[in-house]
Nanobody, 126 residues
Framework: QAQLVESGGGLVQAGASLRLSCVSS????????MGWFRQGPGKEREKVAA????????TYADSVKGRFTISRDYGKTTVYLQMDGLKPEDTGVYYC???????????????????WGQGTQVTVSS
């Protein structure tokens, strides 16, 4: 299991930007894919974005395409989520997600995740 430490959440106004970071305790050699999920008030946890560790291939939820960008630092085993054009509906707790190597590189639902971060709150006011 990986230990994941997130940072970068906060309270912003609509249209603002935030950058989330997540550092993994596991080396890149054992990492298959990392990503971000979020859980809004009264909602289920949903995928936001994911990036495969070796190739850097990315996938996004339709609701964030064109506004959010996921990236990674392979050497530091760190994943980032740049969030631009934030909307009130982006409000929620954002969780870093990790899936080990040598498994499927799909990271779509919470059941695909092998380890979670503690979560960081993002609040967007209108």
């Amino acid at each position: 299991q990986a230990q994941l430490v997130e940072s970068g959440g906060g309270l912003v106004q609509a249209g603002a930007s935030l950058r989330l970071s997540c550092v993994s305790s596991r080396p890149s050699s054992s990492t298959g894919v990392m990503g971000w999920f979020r859980q809004g008030p009264g909602k289920e946890r949903e995928k936001v974005a994911a990036i495969t560790w070796n190739r850097g291939s990315t996938t996004y939820a339709d609701s964030v395409k064109g506004r959010f960008t996921i990236s990674r630092d392979y050497g530091k085993t760190t994943v980032y989520l740049q969030m631009d054009g934030l909307k009130p509906e982006d409000t929620g707790v954002y969780y870093c997600a990790w899936r080990r190597a040598y498994r499927s590189l799909v990271l779509t639902t919470p059941t695909d995740v092998d380890a979670w971060g503690q979560g960081t709150q993002v609040t967007v006011s209108s």
